[in-house]
Structures are given as C-alpha cells and as structure tokens.
C-alpha cells in the first residue's frame, strides 16, 4: 500500500474552529468518546479519528466521511470527555461545514448555514411575496369573510412554490448525488448488502428512531424529535391532500374543522409545537456536561417554532374571524414556510438525505449497529 | 561525666494494655538498680516531657525510654547534653505482641535491661571539629544550574568559586532563542531567556569568583578542607574549599548517529539545538539550512534517539515542552504549521498546563508516531514516514525543515564510561590495563578527585553515566561526601527543573559546611556527633579498615597504619565492624556495647532466645511498620538495631550463641550498588564476614542453620514478620542450644 500523505489545512482548522467547534484543539486523542458511543461501528470506530482529522484540517477525510452523519449528537462523548474537548459540538460543527460547502449554490448554503445572513435569507421570499402581492394589486386587507386565497391566490402559491420546491428538490438531489459517489471514492469497500434494502432498512429505522434511543445523557431527545419528525411527515401529507382537495374534487379553502384532513393537520401542528418545544427545553437541560449549540442550531429551531406558532395563529385568528391581523400572520407564516421548504437543502433539515444515506452507506458495508 | 540515670516508661498507645508496666518498672529499680524510674500514661505529651526535664535540672544525665520507636518523636525526646536511648517497647512489644503474655513481658524487660546497659556502657559525645576549615563552596559549572547554585549560596552570604571550561557563562542557554515561562503559560508562551542579565549577576556578585575557561585540575582533601587546583589560561591556582556543588550539565547526543531520520543526510534535517540557533540568529525568523527560505511547514520528530536501546535508552524530560516551545517560534508566521510527532507526550506538574495551551493553536498539530524514516519530496524539502499513528495506517507528512528532538548526555558520562572500561580491564591483569590504557584515549576529568575510588564522582550501575544519587532518600547524597550533582548532570532536567535542583544543592552544601564546623556527620546520620575512635596501639596495618569504607575516609600512611579524613566520614561502623582487633568504637556504639547487650539478655532454659542484628535504615523502620500494622512477630526474637550491617562483628555471634542463644539472624538491605543503600554495601560485607562465622559454629560444634542473613527493604514490612518467623521455626526444629543453661 502506497504511503497517504497527510497535508495539513490550517485554513480549514479555522473554519471548524469558527463554525463553533473552538474545542478541536483540546482533544489528546485518548478515545474516550468513542469507547462511550453507543451509536459508533465497531469497525473504525468515530469520533476519535474525526477529531485527529479536524485538528490536522483533512478536510477530505471529513467531509466524505459517513461517520459525520452517523453521528446522533447524543453527546456521550462530550460528557465524558476529560479535556473538554466536546466531540459531539465538532461534529455539529463539521456537519454545519459540510451542508454549508455542499450545497449548490454554494452561495445559498452560506446564506442559510450563517446565522449573521438569516435576515437576508428571510428577505428573500419577504420581497418575493411582497412584488407579487403589489403587481397583482393583492397587497390590502380584503373585505368579507377571512379566506386566505382572496388575500394571496392559490395560484401565485402553487406556482412560487412548486417551482421553488422543485428547484431546491433537484439541486438537493444533486448534493445528495455528489455526496454519495465522494463516499464511495474515498472509502473503497466492498458491500454486503444492495441499495435498496440497505435503504428501506434505515427507513424503517427512522420509524422507530431506535439510534436516539441508544443515546446516554441525551436519550430524552428520541420522543421530541419522533413528534417533529412524524409532525413534518403529516404536515407534508396535508400539503398534497390540500392541493388534491382543490383541483380533483375542487374544493376551496377553508376546509371545514370535520374533515380529516383537517384532524391531520392540526394534530401535527400540535406535534410539530409539543416536540420542538420540547426540543428546546431539552436543549437548556442540564445533562452533566457543557455542549455549546451552535446558533445555527438555535436559529433552525426558533424559525420551525415560528413557523409552527404563524401557522396556528393563522388558523386560529381566522376563526375569530379578525382580518386585520389574520392576512399579516398568514403572509408571515408564508415565509416562514418558504424557508422551511425552499431553504431545506441548505438548513439543518438537509441532514435527514446525508443521515440516511451514510446509514444506509454503512449498512451496505457491514458498519451497522443493532439498533 | 559521672552518670545519674533516670529511666522513663510510657503507658499510652496500647502499651499499658500490653505490658505489665509496673513489674518493668521493678526490673530497672531492682534488677538493674536504677534510682529512678518513672510512669507516665502520655510521655510525649508536653506534662511527659517536662517531667523529664525536671529531672534533668535535678541533675539526671543518663535516660532510658521506653515508649515507642525512636524514629518517632525524636523531637519530642531530644535532650541536648544528655545520654539519652530509646528502648522501642511500643512497635517492638506492644504492637507486635499478644498482650498481657510472660513471653511478652519478658521481651518488653529484655529490651529495658539492653537500653540500660548501652547506657551505662556508653559515654557522651564530644565532636571531632577540625581546624582551618573553610567556608567557600566551589561550584562546578557555569550553566544555569551552576550559576543558580552560586548566586543562592552567595546571597546566602557563602563564598564562591564558580569555575566554567567555556570562556563564557550561560552553558546551553545562551543558545536558545526563548525560553518558556516559569509564571503563568500564556500566549506566545515563549520569552525571553535574560541570561545576560543572570550572568551579569554572577559577574559582579562580591561574594563569586569567576573562573571562565578552565578547569579543576585536581580535588584534594576532605569536606572543610579540600585543596582544590583550578588551571585556566596556563596558570595553576590552589584554593581552599569547603564544600563543592557539581553542575556540569550535559551534552546533546551525537545526531551524526541518527541518520535513519535523515540527519547527515538532508542539511534540512537538523537537531532541536540547531532549531534554537538558526531561530537566535535570525531573530525568530525560521530560515532553513537549504536556501534560507523561510520554513513555513516544520516537522518535530520527539524522542530522536532516545527512548530507544540503539542509541538513549531514556527520556530526557526536556524535549516534549522544548518542542512545543519550538512549535510556537514556527507559529510567529501565522500562516505556519508546526507538525509535532510523538512517541508520548511527557509534560508533567504544571507543565501539561503548558501542554494544552501549545496544543490550543490552531497551527500546533500533533499526533502520537513511529517515525520510520525521513526520505527527499523535492525541492529541499522532506517526507517524515510514520506507522502507528493516530491516522491508523501508515502515512507521511511533507515538511519544508525537519527538526529531531535529540537527548541529554550527562557531562559524566565519558569519563564514567572510561573509569568502568579501566576497572573491568584492571581485573583482567596488569597486561590488560596496560593495553586498555594504551588504547583508550583518557577523557576530560570533570573532579580529579585525590581519592582511592577514583578521580570521579560515582555513578550508579544502570544510570547511564548520570552523576550518583541516592534518589529514594536524598537525592543530593553522593558516595562522595560533601560533593552534591545539581541538574542534568544528575539526570534530565529543563530550566526550572535545573534552577529548582540548583538551590537545593547549594544548600546541601552550605549544610555540609555547616555539620563539619560543629563536627555533626552529614546524612544520613545528620545529627550524630560521634565519631569513629580508634586505639592505634594495637592496630596491625592490616588495611581493611581503609579497603572498606565505602566513602574513601580512611587512609593509610606509609606504614600501612590508617588515618581518618573524618569530614569524610559518614558514621555508619563499616571500619569497626572491618576490624579484626576491635579497635575502633564510638562513644555510644562499640564491640563492647553491643557485645554487653547480648550477654544482658535472659536465656531462661526451657526457651527459645534469638538475636537479630538490625540495620538501621531498612530493616528497623519496616520492623516498625510491622508493628504500625499489628503483625505478630515470634517472641523469642530480640532485634539489636545496627547502624548498617557493615558495622557487624563475629564476635557477637559468638558471644551470643555461647550464651546459649538458640540463633543469630541479621537482616540487611539488598546487595548492589544500585540498591540504594546510604552505607553502599555494609550488607553485602556482612554477609562476606558472616561467610566465615562456620569457624565460630564449628568451634562450638552447633549446626549451621542457627545462623542466618536476610536482606530486605523498607516497603517489604508484610513479608518480614513472616520471613523472621520462618527462621525461629527452623531454629526450633534444631532445638535447645546446648550451651543454654551453662
């Protein structure tokens, strides 16, 4: 085997250092946290190596590598880690750097990866709406009963939207893509096992989230982020029933609160408010150690908590039937809804492609863990 | 000084409850006619004391305690211008006895008569202060530690001769370019070395004469009174010393020996000393050998040649920090990375603080290697090959200057080597000495001592050549009494280690300067005020007296009859015992004393009796920690405390089994010079003078095994009751000595 040539990236150290992970330099490489993992491979075994790799800058041993995304941030290894070094917030960190540096544009994933840009981020569908709204002369509170498609057409919706969503859709499949032939490349190995059934596997382990339920001082995480996660999957599954309701059996908003569509709705609203508060309450614990979370963390949970809370309000200000305040919470909530969606390939919510793929990558060459 | 005795008897810490205290008291008012006896239930305690020390106002002179080991409570117990004896009824009797037995008594009361009649045999010390002594320290070396030593003595208020071979002071220091802090580690962690500043101290000092480009020629004489030579530019001067410290540092290893990292080969390959120069030089700047552009990529390789059995087999201390200090002088251009590769990292105490704050930088980056080779990438610049990295496989690194951190050689070491290559052909013959000294090139002495074991300080067998030291106990004690190693050249030190070591040094001196102007022995009897007397009349020239002493105190003239350079002396009986006349004694410590507490011990005839001569270092303290820990010890054992087993006469064997004492049983400390013995072999003498105690036995026609030698250190306190039992119940086996009763 021909010797590798280890090049040392003082910029890149920075960058992980800069992207919250201050703590890099502390590690001595005793292996603590990965003896204390419990969602680690036993074959080359994370984090100890990833944090060699992110205190030498190898960028490329990083940023292909599955383990990043194996990684549940359970944060045993912070707790245990006697220099402080808080493996879990590197790993945070390193993830942030990846979504960030894979994103196409790349110029979209700073904008949404950084906290400082979250206003320019949000400005974007602001001013986007706003022109519509004005050129069509939409922009005024409209008379009669709230119904919101008078104020915004369901039309301009459709369009701005599925065009949006399409695009983001394509260029995050094409991170995705990139993504998995880079892990291939730089980890040759043989597989055990198909795509396919490596992939409905991980699936049907997302099902349960049975890896949160291996995590040590951070195992209250698992019901909260199964509310969220089951939450967007119901909120996803409204979306298309609402869009189904209008053009098949055309039936106009809003649906009447008896429709199950309805119930559906709201109950993952409800789910979606319950776990990410939830979420957030856990974030402040105190579990037995320090985690620094990112503000790129922070600032994902407060703008889903507001998305929830604007669509709630939406709904309820509606059938309290105030005009004057239910048109601006709802223009409001479309753009935080505009972020969630458009902006997923670049927030932290694109990290359910590269977890599944890098679970489904390490399923496929015998590096699972029974979860 | 006629004798009024008082004798002492403390109830407290179990003792009451072990001993019959009142019917002890009874033996030494009637059986030993003592005129004072008295009880106390805490004799330690301030009212104990004082009761003592109103007797000593009365005019008692001549005390017996019997309370617990005297290496407790010595302070307590400390009655100056008396004869005092502590008689250890406590770790010896009541704590590894059954209580309240005839056989535990009779032991507590064989123990009193023995205390009672060393001091009726003994008599008080009176110092042996000789005349003209002198108070200058030398010091050797004018290093950091050599100049530390210098200037603490000298504001100590102390004379000193501080000798340097370099025409300048400042030994290795005034090579590197920084140095790392001694406060607080913070950033850059490195300043400033102001060794201009210590040498300017020294240089203008009142109390320090410097001698700069010379040497000591030749070190005569005695502690107080050594006449040393010093030779600097052609002239010879002679000066009188009273005490020298020994700082002459060491050297880097030979890198021309490591070539398999590239040393030799590659001009950009080059040793932690030449990384300080080339960044002194340059004033920071980090300009490789090559092309003197600047380095930008720096690979450390730690352990160079140590740690290895090729070349040093141990650590040199320094290297790890140094590096990371070095790793900071490439980090003074931001956009520079040092590549620090380790086989460990070694920074302990507070310098792990300085570990992690190096390691904070970004561009410091370490992993743990075995570095197997250093090969050309082009270009000047260089691959370091590793394996066993934390990079799992094997992988190489590309680095524009490689720097090996390379070890410390003791300055002892050559001549060390060259003494040992001379010893061993010595041995072989006077042809093979001729041919050894024929063909060796003699090295540079450091000392030129005048003394018979040899121009140099000792170094221990498996020390690499570093200066001898007794690093369990003292570690300034050398075999060479009044001479103390400071820093490297004892063993591997940084600055502060060095400075630390520096003072402590000097002050071993100024307190040997001090022992000998009140004639007190130095350690480790550093209290004792005896001497070794010997009646010369009867003196034979036999030689073994002056063949024996472990540290070169006797001499003898051209009739063969011994002298003492008592300053020398050490106090541990190795000439009395050595004596085949019985003619050296001390004032509380003689063939006769020992002798009369044998004979005092009762041989009732349907018991066991045995002696255990003792030494005083080893084998008493783990008696006592015996005893500390409750383990039972065979009653019929009465232990004798010897201030080394070289001390050991034959004819207390004799003495004691002619009286019908079942079996003799000396317990030393472990042969060879390495075990840190202070007297140096007094057990292995024993043991050789113990090799013909058959004529004795054979004399009285007893069998053998009634007499036996153990050796034992201090920590093997769990294993020495068991041991000692043992051998009463070999002794018991063989039955009744037949002269008991006679």
């Given at each position: ?371 | ?62 005390i017996v305690i019997g309370a617990c080991s005297p290496r407790v409570k010595f302070e307590e117990f400390d009655f100056p211008g008396t004869i005092t004896e502590r008689v250890n009824i406590r770790e010896f009797v009541a704590w590894s006895q059954h209580p309240k037995t005839d056989d535990t008594q009779s032991l507590a ?437 002056t063949e024996e002493c472990p540290f070169g105190a006797i001499d003898e003239d051209e009739k063969g009859i011994p002298y003492y350079k008592i300053n020398r002396c050490r106090r541990c009986g190795t000439c009395m015992g050595s004596c085949p006349e019985r003619i050296v004694s001390f004032k509380d410590y003689s063939v ?149 009763g006679l």
């Amino acid at each position: 085997m021909s010797e590798q040539i280890i090049t040392p990236d003082l910029g890149f150290v920075k960058d992980i250092i800069a992207s919250g992970g201050d703590s890099v330099k502390k590690c001595y490489q005793c292996a603590a946290c990965t003896v204390v993992c419990n969602v680690t491979p036993d074959s080359k075994p994370f984090p100890r190596k990833e944090m060699i790799y992110a205190q030498w800058g190898l960028k490329d041993k990083l940023i292909n590598n599955p383990d990043i995304w194996l990684c549940h941030n359970c944060n045993d290894c912070t707790k245990y880690c006697p220099r402080g070094a808080r493996p879990g917030d590197i790993f945070s960190a390193m993830r942030r750097k990846f979504i960030e540096d894979n994103s196409i544009p790349s110029l979209m994933g700073k904008v949404v990866t950084q906290t400082k840009m979250t206003l320019l981020a949000l400005a974007i569908p602001f001013i986007l709406f706003l022109a519509v709204l004005g050129i069509t002369s939409h922009l005024r509170i409209p008379e009669g009963d709230i119904v919101y498609s008078k104020f915004f057409p369901i039309l301009y919706i459709e369009i701005i939207f599925i065009s949006a969503v399409s695009l983001a859709g394509i260029v995050y499949l094409a991170s995705l893509v990139r993504f998995w032939n880079n892990m291939r490349k730089s980890n040759s190995q043989s597989f055990s096992k198909g795509f396919i059934p490596a992939l409905i596997e991980t699936l049907a382990e997302f099902l349960k989230h049975s890896r949160f339920g291996k995590c040590g001082p951070n195992a209250d995480r698992r019901i909260p982020h199964l509310l969220v996660f089951f939450a967007f999957i119901g909120l996803a599954i409204t979306t298309i029933w609402v869009t189904y309701y209008y053009y098949v059996p055309k039936v106009n908003t809003p649906i009447p609160l008896t429709d199950p569509m309805k119930w559906l709705a709201n109950i993952s609203a409800s789910a979606l408010l319950i776990g990410g508060a939830l979420l957030m309450i856990n974030r402040t614990k105190n579990k037995g150690f320090i985690s620094k979370s990112s503000s790129f963390d922070w600032t994902f949970a407060i703008i889903i908590m507001l998305l929830c809370i604007t669509g709630i309000l939406t709904e309820l200000i509606r059938l309290a039937g105030i005009s004057t305040l239910a048109y601006p919470i709802y223009f409001i909530h479309l753009i935080f809804v505009f972020y969630t969606i458009v902006f997923f390939p670049y927030s932290k919510l694109a990290h359910m492609g590269y977890r599944s793929l890098a679970i489904t990558y390490s399923k496929m060459t015998d590096r699972d863990i029974s979860a | 000084m006629e004798k009024k005795f008082g004798v002492y008897l403390c109830k407290g810490c179990g003792i009451e409850e072990a001993i019959d205290i009142e019917r002890l008291s009874t033996i030494a008012t009637k059986d030993m006619k003592m005129s004072l006896c008295r009880i106390h239930s805490a004799l330690c305690a301030p009212e104990g004391i004082q009761l003592i020390k109103d007797d000593i106002k009365e005019g008692v002179n001549t005390i017996v305690i019997g309370a617990c080991s005297p290496r407790v409570k010595f302070e307590e117990f400390d009655f100056p211008g008396t004869i005092t004896e502590r008689v250890n009824i406590r770790e010896f009797v009541a704590w590894s006895q059954h209580p309240k037995t005839d056989d535990t008594q009779s032991l507590a009361s064989d123990y009193l008569i023995m205390g009672i009649v060393r001091v009726q045999k003994g008599e008080p010390p009176e110092p042996n202060i000789l005349e003209d002594l002198s108070n200058t320290l030398l010091v050797v070396g004018g290093g950091i530690t050599g100049m530390t030593s210098a200037l603490e003595a000298a504001n100590a208020g102390y004379k000193i001769v501080l000798v340097e071979k370099e025409p300048q002071l400042g030994g290795f220091v005034n090579k590197l370019y920084k140095k790392i802090p001694t406060g607080e580690f913070k950033e850059p962690l490195i300043v400033d070395t102001d060794i201009d500043k210590m040498i300017k101290e020294v240089e203008i000092h009142p109390n320090i004469q410097v001698y700069k480009s010379a040497k000591v020629s030749k070190t005569d004489g005695q502690p107080g009174l050594y006449d040393v030579t010093i030779s600097s530019n052609g002239n010879s001067e002679t000066i009188k010393i009273g005490a020298i410290v020994l700082a002459t540092g060491w050297k880097p290893y030979d890198a021309n020996k490591l070539d398999h990292l590239g040393y030799g080969r590659f001009k950009n390959v080059v040793t932690n000393i030449e990384f300080e120069e080339i960044a002194r030089k340059n004033n920071g700047k980090i300009l490789r050998p090559t092309d003197r552009k600047e380095a930008k990529k720096v690979a450390f390789i730690l352990c160079a040649g140590q740690r290895d059995p090729n070349h040093l087999p141990y650590c040199s201390a320094m290297c790890c920090t140094n590096s990371l200090k070095q790793a900071k002088y490439v980090r003074q251009n931001p956009d520079s990375v040092a590549m620090i590769l380790y086989k460990d990292i070694r920074t302990p105490g507070r310098l792990e603080y300085y570990y992690s704050e190096a390691q904070n930088d970004p561009g410091v980056m370490l992993t743990k290697a075995e570095v197997t080779g250093v090969t050309n990438a082009g270009n000047g610049n260089l691959y370091v090959e590793m394996e066993n990295s934390f990079f799992g496989e094997k992988v190489k690194v590309e680095a524009d200057l490689v720097v090996l951190a390379i070890g410390m050689v003791p300055s002892t070491r050559e001549p060390q080597e060259y003494l040992d290559g001379l010893t061993a052909a010595s041995a072989k013959g006077d042809e093979a000495k001729k041919a050894y000294l024929d063909s060796t090139p003699a090295p540079e002495f450091i000392l030129n001592l005048s003394y018979r074991q040899g121009p140099e300080i000792p170094s221990l067998e498996g020390a690499y050549g570093f200066a001898d030291s007794n690093f369990i106990c003292f570690q300034y004690e050398t075999r060479r009494t009044g001479i103390y190693s400071a820093g490297a050249v004892k063993q591997p030190m940084n600055i502060a280690e060095s400075q630390e070591d520096a003072a402590g040094a000097a002050f071993k001196a100024i307190q040997c300067i001090d022992h000998i102007s009140k004639g007190i022995a130095m350690h480790p009897r550093a209290w004792d005020t005896t001497f070794p007397d010997v009646y010369l009349l009867r003196c034979t020239a036999c030689k073994r007296c002056t063949e024996e002493c472990p540290f070169g105190a006797i001499d003898e003239d051209e009739k063969g009859i011994p002298y003492y350079k008592i300053n020398r002396c050490r106090r541990c009986g190795t000439c009395m015992g050595s004596c085949p006349e019985r003619i050296v004694s001390f004032k509380d410590y003689s063939v006769d004393i020992i002798g009369s507490m044998i004979k005092s011990i009762d041989v009732p005839e349907e018991e066991f009796r045995i002696v255990s001569f003792v030494c005083e270092n080893d084998a008493y303290p783990a008696l006592d920690t015996a005893g500390i820990n409750r383990k039972t010890i065979d009653s019929s054992v009465r232990f004798i405390s010897l201030r080394c087993l070289g001390g050991m006469n034959l004819v207390w064997v004799a003495d004691a089994l002619s009286k019908g004492i079942d079996g003799v049983l000396l317990i030393g400390c472990k042969f060879g010079e390495n075990y840190q013995c202070h007297f140096v072999k007094g057990s292995e003498l024993a043991d050789y003078r113990f090799g013909k105690v058959g004529e004795t036995l054979d004399r009285l026609r007893l069998e053998a095994e009634r007499v036996k030698m153990l050796q034992v250190s201090i920590n093997e306190y769990d294993k020495l009751p068991e041991m000692i039992n043992e051998f009463v119940e070999k002794v018991k086996e063989i039955g009744h000595n037949p002269f008991k009763g006679l």
